[in-house]
């Protein structure tokens, strides 16, 4: 298989607050929930770089749609990580989603690997990373 990943989706409880927490509180573009004339099809996109996009599904409608059964829900199972190009970067980015309802589960600090940074939930408890990788050329 040749990697062609080109969407991450999400599986969230509540569409709305999602949509809220990504577009007006942390600032992603969107045209909002589409599908809606779809029983089971409610998903949000964001547009983010290089032709990848991330998507918000209901878990339920997740479940529906891959035909199983919905499971309890994991913080740990993966982490998605938004790499910047500064520590002042990783404050800033920690401080805007603290500020739209984030939990910050592991304040920005000095990494045994020679960078920077933190961890925070989002209101479904995905985990992300925000990092400066100083080995790492990342342009805003």
């Given amino acids: 298989m040749k990697a062609r990943i080109s969407l991450i989706t999400l599986g969230v409880d509540d569409l709305e607050r999602s949509l809220r927490f990504y577009r007006d509180g942390l600032g992603l573009k969107t045209e909002g929930i589409v599908g809606t004339e779809f029983e089971h099809g409610g998903v949000v996109f964001f547009d983010l770089q290089h032709g990848l996009k991330l998507g918000l599904f209901e878990r339920k409608n997740i479940a529906h749609d891959a035909k199983i059964e919905r499971g309890p829900a994991s913080a740990t199972e993966f982490t998605i990580a938004h790499n910047v190009s500064g520590k ?8 805007e989603a603290q500020d739209a309802g984030a939990t910050i589960t592991k304040p920005a600090e000095d990494t045994f690997w020679g960078g920077y940074a933190g961890y925070f939930q989002d209101p479904d408890g995905h985990l992300w990373e925000v990092a ?8 805003e």
């Fill in 132 to 139: 400066w990788n100083p080995a790492w050329k990342i342009e």
């Fill in 88 to 95: 002042d970067k990783v404050n800033t980015v920690m401080q």
